[in-house]
């Protein structure tokens, strides 16, 4: 085994804003056709020009439906304000300049939402707009005129084209969620905020048959007539969306166990549908929350799935084996939480890591303060400046190459290496001889060292020139 002393010959710094890296360029490229799953590398998506196509962002709830704190002072709820509509567009700004492509765009089911039990204050949040109009007659318990579950809401579906649309334009994909789970499951009396409660629309739908007050049949095949509901809901959805090649989705989020069999449904019922349509899109099944199993992932019909902890996603992700291509999503394995060694654990193990994001605090407050996330934003962006370097197509999780057990490698050609703890790093080149230019790079600086030229075909020892550990090392053929 040979160890390399580096001779420091050059540097970049990046920025925080990745614009002005020499390494990447701050402006929306366009799609290629949609996603589908790539046949040559399955843990990735791809287009029509073949390329890998990576995934990563933040995504925060109100960034479909407004949620603004409700006036708890009111007797009557018809009578609050109008909420505070979220600003999309600055938003996606705010994605770009940290070099995100991607975000789940959240359905809330719910007519509020009571954050009791998982924010350090509690408070209640309306939450609007909905799928299905509020025509009456009569009023629902919210003191607002009944949904009427025949007739959609052009509000919602407008704002949902519009939003699409003004991602697409910003190059940013958008995973659309059609239904949440947590919400009915844990939100206090969440049932009596739901369209499907018997005293909330005028159809006579009542979701909880077995008047158990939860209402969590909803999403499950137990009542046929509601399903036919919510097929056509996804389908309005479909026809609305079909065109634009940035659009993925996600069947629900944090669902209950039992919904299994109902979730399973809606992801044949969408590629069913979409196969008489112009264009097919990816569909997602998100981690079961509370006691599912990633199994329960694995073998569904969807194309791409969030895990939950079980078997290391936190931290040290198993490396993935193309099954099905694996967002990585904090949501699902913290709630709020994550940290920048995470992000590149996670890329270099095969997977598109993301972000539940407090964003600006306006929703969830509490103990984490908008800066905290700093280190995942940043270092999610430049995961991606790395996908769009390198042939990410030709590269798989390769954990024995290197003896932090963290290489994302196409053998002979290009090694990207995290050195999570330490600073020194063996990598074996033994079946790859040559010339390797190479480069060090530090996320919390956003800051290369190129350092000389090397011969592979041996064991190589390299040490970080970088004082800090969480470094990566990036070898390329010459």
């Known amino acids: 085994m040979k160890h390399i002393s580096w001779i420091f010959v050059g540097s970049v710094f990046c920025t925080l804003f990745l614009s002005s890296c020499v390494h990447t360029q701050n402006r929306a490229e366009p799609f290629h056709g949609p996603l589908r799953v790539s046949e040559d590398n399955p843990r990735y998506f791809t287009d029509d020009e073949g390329k890998a196509v990576y995934l990563t962002g933040s995504h925060?709830?109100?960034?479909?439906?407004?949620?603004?704190?409700?006036?708890?002072?009111?007797?009557?709820?018809?009578?609050?304000?109008?909420?505070?509509?979220?600003?999309?567009?600055?938003?996606?700004?705010?994605?770009?300049?940290?070099?995100?492509?991607?975000?789940?765009?959240?359905?809330?089911?719910?007519?509020?939402?009571?954050?009791?039990?998982?924010?350090?204050?509690?408070?209640?949040?309306?939450?609007?707009?909905?799928?299905?109009?509020?025509?009456?007659?009569?009023?629902?318990?919210?003191?607002?005129?009944?949904?009427?579950?025949?007739?959609?809401?052009?509000?919602?579906?407008?704002?949902?084209?519009?939003?699409?649309?003004?991602?697409?334009?910003?190059?940013?994909?958008?995973?659309?969620?059609?239904?949440?789970?947590?919400?009915?499951?844990?939100?206090?009396?969440?049932?009596?905020?739901?369209?499907?409660?018997?005293?909330?629309?005028?159809?006579?739908?009542?979701?909880?048959?077995?008047?158990?007050?939860?209402?969590?049949?909803?999403?499950?095949?137990?009542?046929?007539?509601?399903?036919?509901?919510?097929?056509?809901?996804?389908?309005?959805?479909?026809?609305?969306?079909?065109?634009?090649?940035?659009?993925?989705?996600?069947?629900?989020?944090?669902?209950?166990?039992?919904?299994?069999?109902?979730q399973y449904h809606m992801i044949t019922f969408i590629k069913e549908y979409e196969k008489q349509l112009a264009k097919q899109h990816p569909v997602g099944m998100t981690f079961q929350y509370k006691g599912g199993s990633n199994d329960i992932l694995l073998n569904s019909p969807a194309d791409w799935i969030s895990p939950n902890h079980e078997g290391g996603y936190r931290d040290n992700p198993p490396p993935s084996v193309g099954s099905k291509v694996i967002v990585t999503d904090t949501d699902h394995l913290w709630g709020i939480g994550g940290n920048q060694s995470w992000v590149w654990k996670s890329f270099l193990r095969g997977m598109n890591p993301i972000f539940m994001d407090i964003y600006d605090g306006n929703v969830l407050t509490g103990k984490f303060e908008p800066g905290w996330g700093e280190p995942i934003r940043k270092s999610m962006g430049y995961t991606l400046m790395f996908a769009n370097r390198m042939d990410l197509i030709s590269m798989i999780p390769d954990p024995d190459l290197a003896s932090s057990a963290y290489c994302l490698a196409n053998r002979g050609e290009e090694y990207l290496v995290y050195l999570p703890e330490i600073r020194e790093v063996v990598i074996d080149l033994q079946d790859a001889p040559g010339l390797f230019e190479v480069e060090w790079f530090n996320p919390d600086k956003g800051e290369f060292i190129e350092s000389e030229s090397i011969n592979g075909g041996s064991k190589l020892s390299f040490t970080s020139p970088f004082e800090n550990p969480d470094v990566l090392l990036y070898l390329k053929a010459i």
Do not use: C
């Open 60 to 262: 925060t709830w109100n960034n479909l439906v407004d949620m603004s704190l409700a006036d708890m002072k009111l007797a009557d709820m018809s009578l609050a304000d109008s909420l505070e509509t979220f600003d999309f567009v600055h938003h996606l700004q705010w994605l770009k300049r940290y070099n995100h492509n991607f975000i789940r765009l959240w359905a809330w089911e719910l007519l509020n939402w009571d954050t009791d039990g998982i924010s350090d204050e509690a408070n209640i949040y309306q939450v609007a707009p909905h799928p299905w109009a509020r025509t009456g007659p009569g009023n629902a318990l919210d003191g607002k005129p009944k949904f009427n579950l025949q007739q959609f809401d052009p509000v919602y579906f407008d704002r949902l084209e519009q939003r699409v649309k003004l991602a697409f334009d910003s190059g940013v994909y958008v995973s659309i969620m059609f239904f949440e789970g947590w919400g009915l499951q844990f939100s206090p009396k969440a049932f009596e905020s739901h369209p499907f409660h018997p005293d909330n629309n005028i159809n006579g739908i009542n979701g909880d048959s077995n008047n158990d007050g939860s209402g969590v049949e909803i999403h499950t095949m137990e009542n046929r007539e509601i399903t036919a509901i919510q097929e056509s809901y996804i389908k309005k959805v479909i026809d609305l969306v079909n065109e634009f090649d940035n659009v993925l989705y996600e069947i629900s989020n944090e669902n209950h166990p039992p919904s299994t069999e109902w």
